[in-house]
């Protein structure tokens, strides 16, 4: 019941005493229910009680967490059931995610004052449990042992889809599902950031960037290694070599109490000192866990700070359109004296 009572605790912060949760992560992360788009959950000052159909009648009970009720209704009967318990409440719904029409469902039924939340779960997810930590570390632990296996047949004549496939094949033997589309960019297309597999060749002098992830009981994994295919040319070894430069510093960089933009900001000089600001087109990274993408932002401009427990990417890239392209991605644990590197899988040295 922790999450619950933070739960709860955020919401008197905000003058709220009740939450609707509809974002699917987040019912996931405060339930435990692992199939969290069939589910919604009604913290109020009373209980938490969790909403799925009779599809899930089993499974929601062997998943619900200490102190989540489960009501078994239809969409419409759970909220219909719940009018009585939040009449009068001033409730927080999660405006990031509850669309127009659900919410207009709610307001012909309930008797309350809507107030969109940002960010009220979201917060507590930003630092990882231990629980949680094992089950990121297992999801990248097994997606370096899938790219061990399939690295030796990243090779001139091989479709770009052949090694995704490969990737997939052997995450999901494993019990996982890829948490994203796999990227293979070979030779140009490695200019396309998230250049999904397709079915162009791997060419002798290509750098291949291969980005993917493990989704294993629910938790993600990340990373990027970026492969060279024969003798690449000067230019491309150069590029290599300064996002190399770059990764490896801004890991390095990696400590409690460091502002996310001030870290972006030791990859983007390094880069910018090789002629290559224009070229990283993104931002250095991001949290992972139930989502790939999630808080803190590591980005210019980022309010966030880095935290113990934290869990992020370090992901520089540089771009080049007609030329071709590189990113390396680590996974990346925040602790309370610097950082943990999560992905094990080799680098190339250029
Ligand atoms: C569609 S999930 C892609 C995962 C990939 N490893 C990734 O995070 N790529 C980054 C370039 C990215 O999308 N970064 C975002 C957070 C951004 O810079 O806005």
Request: charged content about 25%; aromatic content about 4%.
């Amino acid at each position: 019941m922790e999450k619950i009572e933070q739960v709860r605790a955020a919401l008197a912060r905000r003058g709220l005493q009740a939450l609707w949760v509809s974002d699917p992560a987040n019912v996931r992360y405060l339930s435990g229910f692992t199939h969290p788009d069939d589910g919604r959950l009604l913290v109020t000052p009373g209980a938490a009680v969790l909403y799925t159909d009779g599809r899930y009648t089993v499974q929601a009970q062997e998943d619900a967490l200490p102190g989540i009720e489960v009501v078994i209704a239809r969409p419409m009967e759970a909220v219909e059931g719940a009018a009585g318990t939040v009449a009068g409440m001033k409730l927080g719904i999660e405006g990031a995610h509850l669309t127009v029409s659900a919410l207009e469902r709610l307001r012909e039924r309930w008797q309350v004052q809507f107030h969109p939340v940002e960010g009220l779960v979201e917060e507590l997810r930003l630092h990882k449990a231990e629980d949680e930590l094992a089950g990121i570390r297992a999801a990248q632990d097994l997606a370096d042992r899938v790219f061990a296996e399939v690295r030796p047949q990243i090779q001139a004549g091989v479709r770009e889809l052949d090694i995704a496939i490969a990737l997939e094949q052997g995450l999901r033997q494993a019990g996982a599902t890829p948490a994203f589309d796999v990227i293979v960019a070979s030779g140009v297309r490695g200019a396309l950031p998230h250049g999904t597999a397709s079915d162009k060749v791997i060419e002798d002098g290509d750098l291949v960037t291969v980005d993917f992830g493990a989704n294993l009981n629910g938790y993600n994994s990340d990373m990027t290694r970026t492969v060279a295919v024969g003798q690449p040319s000067d230019e491309l070894r150069r590029i290599y070599s300064a996002v190399l430069e770059a990764e490896e510093a801004a890991v390095r960089a990696v400590r409690p109490g460091l502002k996310a933009a001030e870290l972006d900001a030791v990859a983007r000089d390094i880069l910018a000192g090789h002629g290559l600001a224009e070229a990283f087109a993104h931002s250095l990274g991001h949290g992972v866990g139930l989502v790939v993408h999630e808080g803190p932002r590591l980005a210019q401009g980022s309010e966030d700070v880095l935290k113990p427990g934290m869990v992020i990417t370090i992901e520089p890239g540089a771009y080049l359109p007609g030329l071709g392209g590189v990113r390396i991605e680590d996974l990346v644990l925040v602790t309370e004296d610097g950082y943990e590197v999560l992905s094990h899988s080799p680098k190339e040295t250029l």
